[in-house]
């Protein structure tokens, strides 16, 4: 996977997986692990929890607290972070050029579902439906439909690290291969 260190950004909606799959991510990779989801202010998750969105003014200050996490391990980091809009993906990737994403999608009854199962989150599943609208599908990415095991999509992701190929496909199409990105 050469040599350089890897900070890679697992990305997507509330429910899609970001930390089960960024865990095991960076497991395989060998570098550290953090949910930016614990980066939130007490006041951001107090509003979320209240089933009020987010606005970009909220999100500020958090993004730059990811961007410092994501930056300060000098061989590389996986963290989660919801990363929604093209404008924080450039947050994120400040000061460096070396940050990946890897977008965890899904169709919106399965998050939805997962969402109303989970327990023990602030994150209400009826904020589903303004994280979908503000999401900006990122032009290159990893692209992994979720509905498969998590082992498996880390497996994807790894090999399609390895392979340099960005953005060329997603897991879970209907032939169960790497279909091209729409």
Not at 95 to 105: A, K, M, Q, Y
Not at 109 to 119: A, M
Request: contains cysteine.
């Amino acid at each position: 996977m050469g040599s350089a260190p890897r900070r890679i950004v697992v990305m997507g909606v509330s429910g899609c997986g970001k930390t089960t799959v960024g865990r095991l991510l960076a497991r395989e990779l060998g570098v550290p692990f953090r949910d930016a989801d614990d980066l939130h202010s007490a006041q951001a998750r107090a509003k979320m929890a209240a089933g009020i969105p987010l606005t970009d003014a909220d999100r500020a200050p958090w993004l730059e607290r990811v961007r410092e996490v994501l930056h300060e391990s000098p061989d590389g980091r996986v963290v989660a972070c919801s990363a929604l809009k093209e404008r924080y993906r450039q947050t994120l990737r400040r000061d460096s050029g070396d940050v990946l994403f890897v977008h965890l999608t899904a169709p919106a009854e399965v998050i939805r579902r997962r969402l109303e199962e989970r327990r023990g989150h602030y994150m209400p599943a009826g904020l589903l439906e303004s994280q979908l609208a503000d999401l900006e599908r990122p032009a290159a990415a990893v692209e992994v439909d979720v509905s498969a095991a998590p082992s498996v999509v880390v497996a994807e992701v790894v090999r399609r690290l390895g392979d340099g190929r960005l953005g060329e496909g997603r897991v879970g199409d209907r032939n169960g291969g790497l279909a091209g990105a729409s």
